[in-house]
């Protein structure tokens, strides 16, 4: 490690998307020694150093590495790996990158060359913000996924720590399911209420009276299962074992949607589990079944 003093890491950032901008002012804000920026399009480079004191915007990652301690690539994930095999790194050096879906192994060249190679993912979303200084807020107590060697084993934790979050540990071979859960709590809900708005298309309304009703009511259930837990939050037919209500709406969606028969009739039967644990007895649970898997 180059310097022994946390507060006196120098850190410098390779790709200034939304969550580059974000994470850098959110490690600014907490104290860190953010100095070096690059990225392909020089104004978001210049956009972070025009917001943070003493940081400098340059050409190429390579000038960041010369210059910082540690280096985040904040770049597109696919890019990742190339980006590090670009840079020449020297030994001791702190590399980490932030994608989901994988481990350390993007940076394996960083690796090879002497540096400390981390991952730091934060499980949360940074879709449809148009001010990065929202994607900063966003960071503030959140969960990251850290893997790590060498001095960034305790570094990057400290990180998720001054950042009100949590830093956890996923095996890097199960790395692909933290990011499947990722992927259902946050696009696949997306898919979800696309879904339901889509439904009030064919009732005749325009979409956004479709998001106008939909939103509170999707907002709702996230508090109450942040309050309460998925168990207690969940409500429906699925989970009160009313058949004759699941086999109502699927009549309906075969004539006015039918693209969405298979996904209600999976989330239905992925909904008994629940139903059990609020009580509904097995005679309704297999009625529920039944209804779930008959033909419209």
Known sequence: MVSDDKDHVSVGF?????????????????????????SRSRSSADWIAERIDECVARDTAQEVADA????????????IADVAASINWRSGQ?????????????????????????????FQTFAALSDPTE??????????????????????????????GQAITIPDELRPLYHASAVLACGYVGTL?????????????????????VAP????TIEAIAAAGPVNAVTGPAVRGDAATIAAHLSLLSEHAPHLLTLYRELT??????????????????????AAEAEA
């Open 217 to 220: 009511l999707a907002r709702a």
């Open 135 to 164: 994607a900063a807020r966003r960071l503030s107590g959140v969960t990251f996924a850290v893997a790590a060697t060498g001095w960034l084993a305790d570094y990057l934790p400290s990180l998720a720590e001054r950042l009100d």
């Open 68 to 79: 910082c301690d540690l280096v985040f690539i904040t770049t597109p994930d696919a890019m």
């Open 269 to 290: 039967l992925a909904s008994i589990p629940l139903a059990r644990t609020k009580g509904v007895g097995e005679q309704e649970l297999e009625r529920l079944r039944r």
């Open 193 to 213: 209420l696309d879904a339901a708005v889509g439904l009030w298309t064919r009732m005749g309304y325009a979409e956004e009276d479709g998001v106008r009703a």
């Open 94 to 122: 702190g590399a980490t990158h932030c994608c989901g879906a994988s481990s350390i192994e993007l940076l394996d060249a960083a690796a090879d060359a002497g540096a400390a190679v981390g991952a730091m993912h934060p």
């Open 14 to 38: 390779v790709g200034a998307g939304t969550l580059g901008r974000g994470l850098a002012l959110a490690l600014d804000g907490v104290g860190c020694n953010v100095v070096e920026v690059s």
